[in-house]
């Protein structure tokens, strides 16, 4: 390990540069993951508040939150197929605008049957119930990167000019059978809150965009270190050999640039990692970005991981240097 960590403290100016590039692929990594935790909870945290065990969507093969409506038969038809304990709400999904000191405010507008519990309070009677970011007393949730506002399904349907509700809500003690079982008999589609984010417009294309970027840096970050080690490896070949023939095993030489790559990787990745952190906390206020656990550790364990798995790809030149280099080398 001495030769590995000497080169470090000798070549500094090549180290520090790709300590560097994997600091700044870490923070990229750390925003990326941020903002696309930010942008689903945007997309999704009005369904996530309201938490049944399924959402039930018309007839259809694609269930679409914009296109899905229930009828009361399909109401009593749930109520009765999913049994009498079970808790079935009908729910008015669209998208309006509200005068909010008189500026009209585009807003997801949700309608739910007079005292139906909602974050921050309770539907109530007649009219609307705003969030607090609207100047209301509701917890700020979201649907479509709209702001929340709940409504009664009367009030709902005279402004948007719906006849029926979007979606059921059932919560019911029932098995993954049971329930695919009251959908074939009701004629309706089932999906869990997680499954029904796909039935968001636009969802599906803006998530899996943000995340095929997440998914060509981390093969960047381990690309990067192959490089930079094969490249490195090649020009410290004598080196090696001369270990070689003083006695080093392989699994010494091979442990030596292993270590390196572990030093370099680690710094670089708690640089990244904590630059991240900083930054998306003073992002948060401003863009929609995911404070969490899983946005601070996940890239820098990602990039670690695979930094080494591409730094365990270059090593096979490193175990198959031959001693006899040393030999040409002193002559």
Request: glycine share 10%.
């Amino acid at each position: 390990m001495y030769l590995g960590l000497r080169d470090i403290t000798t070549a500094k100016g090549r180290f520090t540069l790709i300590t560097s590039v994997v600091a700044l692929i870490t923070l990229l990594l750390v925003m990326l993951t941020g903002l696309t935790g930010g942008l689903a909870d945007q997309n999704t945290s009005a369904l996530k508040a309201l938490g049944p065990d399924r959402f039930i969507f018309g007839t259809g093969d694609d269930p679409s939150f914009t296109s899905s409506t229930v009828t009361d038969r399909d109401r009593d038809a749930w109520r009765e197929a999913a049994g009498p304990t079970a808790d079935v709400v009908p729910l008015g999904i669209a998208n309006t605008r509200v005068d909010v000191d008189g500026s009209p405010e585009p807003v997801t507008l949700m309608g739910l049957p007079p005292g139906t519990r909602v974050p921050g309070g309770d539907v109530p009677r007649s009219g609307l119930l705003l969030p607090d970011s609207l100047g209301g007393t509701a917890d700020t949730e979201y649907l479509n990167h709209q702001p929340v506002v709940w409504a009664d399904l009367g009030t709902w349907k005279d402004r948007t000019g719906a006849d029926s509700p979007t979606v059921l809500m059932v919560t019911a003690d029932l098995d993954d059978d049971a329930w695919d079982a009251a959908a074939e008999r009701t004629g309706t589609v089932t999906a869990t809150v997680r499954d029904s984010f796909a039935a968001l417009p636009a969802y599906q294309s803006e998530r899996g965009s943000l995340l095929a970027i997440q998914g060509l840096l981390y093969g960047i970050s381990a690309l990067v270190v192959m490089a930079f080690l094969s490249v490195w490896t090649i020009q410290r070949t004598r080196d090696i050999a001369v270990l070689r023939a003083l006695g080093a095993t392989t699994r010494y030489v091979v442990t030596d640039t292993a270590v390196q790559a572990a030093v370099i990787l680690a710094l670089g990745v708690t640089a990244g990692g904590v630059a991240g952190a900083l930054l998306g906390s003073l992002a948060a206020g401003t863009v929609p970005f995911a404070t969490t656990a899983w946005t601070f550790l996940l890239p820098p364990a990602g990039v670690l991981l695979l930094g080494m798995c591409g730094a365990l790809a270059a090593m096979r030149r490193v175990s198959t240097v031959d001693p006899h280099l040393a030999l040409g080398a002193s002559s």
